[in-house]
């Protein structure tokens, strides 16, 4: 197997990557806390993580994925009060448009996708070997805090200081022992407060035990200084998410959560990190009604999965025509030959993408391994003999398992944008092109041809039919 490479966060730096287990990947990617619609900064992160599992995959890994959705949050409980719903409802209906919209990204669904509310036993049952162990405290009001104090580790995953910055984003609570402690159980307060029966008495889950809960129920390895091999979420949640879910890992279990923990960067909109506070976020499903999934796709994976993405819809317009070349190639490899009995893929091709994403997901390098591919193979079927038309369709099939780009019928994708009122005219105007053509009215067919180019469509004439594209 060749060797593969990732940049660990807790090491900051690259490194071989060796999984706990030969050939096999446990992987747990913290999902969306499902109280509004998802936004490109939740699109960058699945995309990330979808190029590695499919790197690690094509690799010759056999890759388990989890992914989990919060459905209990302070944020959904205060969403819910506001729609006059219960969270299950609000929460069911932001999980549902977040699959949604992954699909519509390519972005391949996770093995397991378990939710905080169907892992309240696993919660309580964790925080009491916490108490036990004597790693957590009940406070006046019965909730019950994690005592980083206990914890000679806590820090060394992020290596964080307390700045104001990281204060800010801890819970402040007089009650707290120290001003790192972290909530595991909210006690029911009455009232509009939402609460459920446990051993723990009536209450909810804090937001970190969630994670370190559902990693032990549905992913663990047992009997192994780490439970899985890779822990991966946006790098806004290193800390204090990530920090927290290794320390009451740690306490618990006596094992390390991760053996690699892997982190995508933000996106920027406007040269502000993407945030609902400051209004200028960018729900996926909004961009979707401008833009194909795949064009969205292709754009965010363009910068290395670690780098903070500017985004501005230029640089978006720019990286389509990117995409463009690639169904460009696939369409005409198709129009010479039928997709039936394709070789492998090429292997100095196959070998050279995939070994640049072995690298860190060097995606940057591997677009120019694809560019060049590109520009090579469009010479090849200029070729008088055009023999390598059938080895340029599974190279581009390769393309697809690889990157998720490509996999469209080229013809449908030069017509994406065009709505179905103006999709009826243009077949009408073919038709009345034909008959044009047929009577050897020439000069009306023409007409119909700039007309419709007018309106931003181009014909193109074969000995057998008309087909159309959309102008870029």
């Given at each position: ?26 992987i747990y990617i913290c999902g969306p806390t499902v109280y509004d619609y998802s936004h490109l900064g ?411 180019a007018k309106l931003g469509i181009a014909l193109m004439d074969t000995p057998t039919t008309t087909t ?5």
């Amino acid at each position: 197997m060749q060797p593969l490479y990732i940049y660990d966060s807790r090491q900051k730096q690259k490194v071989l990557f060796q999984p706990i287990q030969d050939h096999q990947v446990k992987i747990y990617i913290c999902g969306p806390t499902v109280y509004d619609y998802s936004h490109l900064g939740h699109a960058r992160s699945a995309i990330a993580f979808d190029l590695l599992r499919r790197t690690l995959e094509l690799s010759g890994y056999a890759v388990q994925v989890v992914k989990n959705f919060t459905d209990i949050d302070d944020k959904i409980i205060a969403k819910a009060k506001q729609e006059h719903l219960d969270i299950y409802s609000l929460s069911a209906r932001f999980m549902q448009s977040y699959l949604e919209d992954m699909q519509a990204l390519g972005v391949q669904r996770a093995h397991l996708e378990p939710k905080a509310s169907a892992h309240l036993e696993a919660i309580a049952q964790m925080i009491q070997a916490l108490l036990k162990k004597g790693h957590a405290y009940k406070t006046g009001n019965g909730d019950i805090y994690l005592d980083t104090s206990t914890d000679r580790a806590y820090g060394t995953l992020s290596a964080h200081f307390l700045d104001q910055e990281s204060v800010s984003r801890l819970e402040d609570n007089p009650q707290k022992r120290h001003e790192k402690d972290f909530a595991l159980w909210k006690a029911y307060k009455g009232g509009d407060d939402l609460g459920f029966e446990s051993v723990l008495g009536k209450g909810r889950p804090g937001w970190h035990i969630e994670c370190s809960a559902m990693i032990f129920a549905n992913l663990a390895y047992l009997n192994q200084p780490y439970q899985i091999d890779i822990h991966g979420g946006g790098s806004d949640l290193f800390f204090p998410h990530h920090e927290n879910e290794a320390s009451q890992t740690r306490c618990a279990f006596d094992q390390e959560l991760a053996k690699y923990w892997v982190h995508n960067g933000f996106v920027n909109v406007l040269g502000e990190k993407m945030s609902k506070s400051l209004g200028n976020s960018f729900y996926i499903k909004d961009a979707l009604q401008v833009y194909d999934g795949e064009i969205l796709r292709n754009y965010l994976l363009g910068v290395h999965y670690r780098a903070i993405l500017h985004f501005n819809e230029e640089d978006l317009r720019m990286a389509k025509k990117r995409l463009d070349k690639l169904y460009r190639l696939k369409k005409r490899a198709l129009q010479l030959t039928a997709p039936l009995d394709l070789p492998p893929p090429s292997d100095p091709f196959a070998s050279a993408l995939l070994e640049c994403m072995r690298d860190d997901l060097n995606i940057s390098k591997a677009l120019s391994v694809l560019e060049e591919y590109l520009h090579i193979a469009n010479d090849q079927l200029n070729s008088p003999h055009k023999q390598n038309a059938k080895q340029v369709l599974q190279d581009l099939a390769f393309v697809d398992a690889l990157l998720g780009l490509g996999g469209k019928d080229p013809i449908l994708y030069f017509q994406l944008g065009v709505d179905q009122t103006l999709k009826t005219h243009i077949e009408a105007q073919i038709a009345l092109r034909l008959q044009a053509k047929k009577a050897r009215d020439f000069a009306r067919a023409d007409r119909i041809r700039e007309d419709l180019a007018k309106l931003g469509i181009a014909l193109m004439d074969t000995p057998t039919t008309t087909t159309w594209e959309r102008l870029s």
